[in-house]
Structures are given as structure tokens and as C-alpha cells.
């Protein structure tokens, strides 16, 4: 990895990035109301599954795909490729188990769209495909100013897992809540786990990707009606 990828995939990945992930905890904070996560333990549990069986078989093959779609772009199947695009974010967007997901997901590609075409990250040809997607997903938007970034496959996922290790443990700071020590005990034992789900995404086709997660789908409808609450989802 060269200085420049380095650099562009920590920025993408660092939670001071304006995308408003730190507002959002994914079914965590529902988990706690509903005393599934009290403990260190508990929240290191959840991320650690949350990781392994709804990032690695989901989310991150759909962003190497849909990166692997973006560089597919401008060639001579440009046409199919764009509609790809498409058609797989709008997949995605159906994906997500509640009002609550689908809207993050939006919200959160929509500040990254923003981004994107304020700092004129990319091409403009590729720049209006994202343009045409209303809603866009985060993870077609991320894999967009990853591309731009001329970042690997590899890579990008490795940041973009590691941002939403980083960001469950701040929200199990916050709610569980967690001293700061555990909370970076929690990181550090889930850096082979982030391997292992990077390694399990590059070998997923796009046609084995799986979104299963009953039990996040119910707490996340629970959590939009939740009493008290400090995240958005």
C-alpha cells in the first residue's frame, strides 16, 4: 500500500469524516435496552457477531462488487455496468431489515455523495451515475471515493470493517456504557476477526450475498419507538 492509498482510506474511514456514522448504533443501543448486552463481554459478543454474520456475508461483498462495478465503469460494457450499479444499490437499500437501517444507510450515502462532488472526487461521468442513485447506499458511496482513491479491494474493505468495529465500540461506550480501556480491548482482540471477514467477502460472488439477521431486524423496529435513546438507530 502506497502513502496516498493509505492516507485517502484513513480518511474515509475516520469517524471525523461528515457522513454522521457516530449518530448511529445499528440495533446496539435496542440490545441494551432489551438487556441482551450489559457487560464488557456482552458488547464484545455483539460485535464480534455483528462483524462475522452480517458485515462478512452482506455488507462487505456488496461494497467489493460494487467497487469492482465502479471500475467498470468507462469500459466497453459501460452501459451494463452502470445499470449494475444500480440495480444492486437499489437491492441493497430493500435489503436492510427497518425504516431505521434503510434510512442510515441513505442518510449516511447521501453525506458521502455530497462529499464526493464538493471535493470533485472522481470522474464526472462516474459522478453523475452516482447522481442518479436517490436513495444511494453508504457502501456504494464509500466504494465510489474508494475507487476514486484508486484504492484496492482488499484494502477498502479491511477500512471500511475497521470504521464499523471502531464505531459499535464507541456507541458500547456511550450506552453500555464501557470504560475506555475496554472498550480498546474490544478493538484490538477483533483485528484478526476483520481479517477473517475481509478474506470471506473477496471469496463471496455477488449472488451468495446473505442479509439474515432476524434478531437485528427486530430490535432495530424496537428501537424506533424507544422511550429513551441517545443514537438513531
Known amino acids: 500500500m502506497n502513502i496516498a492509498e493509505l492516507t485517502a482510506l484513513l480518511h474515509l ?6 457522513i454522521g456514522a457516530f449518530s448511529y448504533s445499528q440495533g446496539l443501543e435496542a440490545a441494551i ?18 462483524l462475522a ?9 456488496f461494497l467489493a462488487h460494487q467497487l469492482e462495478r465502479w471500475r467498470a465503469h468507462d469500459t ?8 449494475a450499479l444500480i440495480d444492486a444499490n437499489a437491492e441493497f437499500i ?7 437501517l434503510r434510512r442510515e444507510t441513505a442518510q449516511m450515502g447521501w453525506s458521502l455523495r455530497q462529499l464526493c462532488a ?40 479491511a477500512a471500511y470493517a475497521f470504521s464499523w468495529v471502531e464505531n459499535q465500540t464507541a456507541a458500547a461506550l456511550k450506552a453500555v456504557p464501557l470504560g475506555q480501556v475496554a472498550g480498546q480491548r474490544i478493538v484490538v482482540a ?13 471469496a463471496t460472488p455477488p449472488d451468495s450475498l446473505n442479509t439474515f439477521a432476524p434478531q437485528l431486524g ?16
Request: proline content about 6%.
Open 218 to 233: 427486530i430490535l432495530s423496529a424496537r428501537h424506533e419507538s424507544q422511550y429513551s435513546r441517545l443514537f438513531r438507530s
Open 53 to 61: 454474520n452480517v458485515l462478512a456475508p452482506g455488507e462487505l461483498p
Open 94 to 100: 430493500a435489503s436492510r431489515e427497518s425504516a431505521e
Open 118 to 157: 464538493q471535493l470533485e472526487w472522481g470522474d464526472a461521468a462516474r459522478r453523475a451515475t452516482l447522481d442518479r442513485m436517490t436513495p444511494v447506499a453508504q457502501p456504494t458511496a464509500f466504494a465510489f471515493a474508494a475507487y476514486a482513491h484508486d484504492a484496492s479491494t482488499e484494502a477498502t474493505l
Open 13 to 18: 474511514a475516520s469517524p471525523a469524516l461528515p
Open 76 to 83: 466497453d460494457n459501460a452501459a451494463a455496468a452502470t445499470q
Open 190 to 202: 477483533l483485528r484478526p476477526a476483520i481479517a477473517d471477514a475481509v478474506a470471506r467477502a473477496l
Open 33 to 50: 435496552d432489551a438487556r441482551l448486552v450489559e457487560t464488557a463481554d456482552d458488547a464484545a459478543h455483539w460485535i464480534a457477531h455483528g
